[in-house]
């Protein structure tokens, strides 16, 4: 079955740093894929490349078999490809319902105030819909800004390390939310860097290192692949840092 | 989005009940004059706090485009003898396709270079107005403009340019203004344009193209303030290169930033005021900047959201305030 | 010497004298930009305030002119110290907007100040130098213009020793890198701010007084003159020591030669085109490094 999202040989180069070299990946609805690597190994950088904020030096992005790759970012996202950031974004002094009607707005929603208000109750801040979003706390604003992007109605979600800095109730919450959206049909790319997220949800798994990709499959092929316990440890020791 | 007593429709029709009434009560016309250009200045403030106030990007621009505006018209009507009914629409499409041009080269740009560069193209026109001698006749500018008479069919032609007709005419202009920028500000765009200033990055990432609201707020804003200018320069009847002075600028900044950006009404009471308040202080005109260089460097650092709506709030009662004002 | 070269040549003089005064504006603009992230408008009222009050010094109180001159800046040096503490420190990480506002508001009031005090007509610096005309191999020059140029030519290198060689200098270059870095390892940082800010004053006060005896000042002048400035950095690359001066000296050159071989009246919009052509094709600037 042809990939919903497609990435072929992405390489990018900012003067003489290699921040990402050939890499590929394929993405299928409902599905959930995590990327991760050890810090500055260029999984934000990827998610750059595929909403159009960075241009890839080489190589395609692709969505249905159509071509991302030089679309710029505001059409990527009303494409259906949407993500959240690492540093949480959100529209600080807006209410929560006006800040995520943002991206029914962009589609062109009949009634941006009624997504708005599923994409809340989705994620559980329905109740906080008056409340100013600089108000919430901060577990409370990564789930604002997953929000934000279900309410573009997105067929892939692109979450940066959305579990950070949460505590385990937080990230259970969320990892519930992920799942749930999983069932409903979305693909879902994750950069995450909690392993204990990573491991209970993802279908499988990439492994990033110096850019290049160096595993890929199931998380626990993943777990156990001599490449990527050296590149987190650098040493061979027991893949007990790995597990949950 | 959030609406203040004053902003309340019965505060609004009780406004415009009492502007109507105007010139039956004040006979004098030197204040008929300040009303009249306080009117004007009210389609420049409010067409200004749309890029300031809603989009959140600080134009220097405007008060060329008011000039442009202004000179549009003139030569217009100087030229061609086309009238203030043409002059007023042609201004605002030359203004408006001026800014067009503008803006495909600079509204990619964000922060200290967007504002540097709407000063530079200030500049450039005002070079132009003063050095173009062939067309604007340099600093001797471009005199004789009139004010033309009303015809409506069935009534005959009539004269509107005495202070108390001309007055009506403006405030039909300023009302209309208002109406269009506040259905405009209400709409999806108006949204939008809240989105990119709150966080542009973020809005990008949701779909929102910046580039594009930004477009819709510096066009229209800049058609707005040429129409503007083109009232002015008919009223006044003669345009020069003084027009172009930064000075207007900061006079157009202070009567959205004291109005209170972002709000439409705000920067509307802050043109009547700071058209009155400085003919008030008539003394030299000197002190008159001085103390509009002070109260916008005070506004800005203390006053974010203006004079005008704190000084109500607290001088209406509270229950008023709870039971009018919607949750923020 | 033909006279086309003649001719020629004085207009590259002119233009490299007054390329080293935007030069020397431009250098303290890029700091506070690069340090304060400020765009200070205000900043050309700082050249014409040197200006006047080294006429004022001068003329009316009958300073000789030698010490007149750093007397001028020592006294807009103050000036920056006292808008330091009560305005700018204020406005430390504010947005762009709001610091805008404030530079324009601060122009305004100091352009008037100036208005207020000198009135509207242009004055000149009276310099003790003798008119007499010197002839270099057929350009001609004045004793005034070469004063004015070692004098300028000199403070833009001590400028750019300052900032390359001296500590304060580092610590500014470290603060413009990386402001939190910066203060976790002890650079103080609002010490630095007023340092950058001063330092940035004094340039252009020290320009405006060397060449007022050269080009006459006007109360008016501050916002053309900051403009221009901006001009520069922009070509320069915000926050490039090395682009503001670079790009002040071609300013000044390619205005001169404007000027001479087009029309004088629209020699101003030289820059404003250049700002706008960079813009479009090389918006970091000319000269890219940072």
Known sequence: MPALLEAHRITVRFGGLTALSDIDFALQAGEVLSVIGPNGAGKTTLFNVITGRVRPTKGRVQLRGTDLTRSPAFRI????????????EVFGQLPLIDGVSAGALARGDADPTASAREALATVGLAAKAHL????????DQRLLE??????ARPAVLLLDEPASGMNHQESTHIMRVISELRTRGLAIMLVEHNMHV??????????????????????????NDPQVIEAYLGVDRPSDALAS | MRETPAQHPIALLATLVVLLAVPLVVRDEYFLHLFIVSGIFVIVAISLDLMVGYVGQLSLAHAAFFALGAYTSALLFVRFKWSMWVGIPAAGLV???????????ILRTRGHRFIIITVAFSEIMKLAATNWVDVTRGFMGLPGLQIPTLTIPGIGAIDIASKERFYYVVLIA??????ACRALVRSRIGRAFVLVRENEVLAESLGISAFRYCMIAFVIGAGLAGAAGSLYAHYVGFVSPDLFNFSWVTVMLIMVILGGKGTLVGPALGAVIFTFLPELLREALQWRMIIFGTILIVATLFMPRGIIFPLLEHLVPSRWRTRHARAA | MSVQLAILGQHLLNGVLVGCAYALIAMGLTMIFGVMNIANFAHGEFYMLGGFLAFYLVSLVGLNYFVALPTAVALVVLLAVLLQHSIFRRL???????????TIGLSILLEHVALLLWGPQPQSVPTPFPPSPINLGGIYTTPLYLFSMAVTAALIVAGHLVIRRTRMGKAMRATFQNKEASALVG??????YMLTFVFGAALAAAAGAVLGGFIPVEPTMGGVVTLKAFVVVILGGMGSFFGAIVGGLLLGLAEALGAGYLSSGWKDAIGFFAVILVLLFRPEGLFRRA
Do not use: C, W
């Open chain 1, 77 to 88: 996202a009303q494409l259906g490809v949407v993500r959240t950031f690492q540093k949480t």
């Open chain 1, 132 to 139: 100013a979003a600089h108000q919430l706390s901060y577990g």
């Open chain 1, 146 to 151: 997953l929000a934000q992007a279900l309410a």
């Open chain 1, 198 to 223: 990573v491991m209970n949800i993802s279908d499988r798994v990439i492994v990033i290192n110096y850019g290049k990709k160096i595993a890929e499959g199931t998380p626990e092929h993943v777990r």
């Open chain 2, 95 to 105: 203004t408006a396709l001026a800014a067009f041009l503008l803006g495909l080269v």
């Open chain 2, 174 to 179: 300023a009302v209309l203004t208002f109406l």
């Open chain 3, 92 to 102: 430390r990480d504010a947005p762009t907007m709001t610091t805008t506002l404030v």
């Open chain 3, 187 to 192: 650079i103080r940082i609002d010490r630095i």
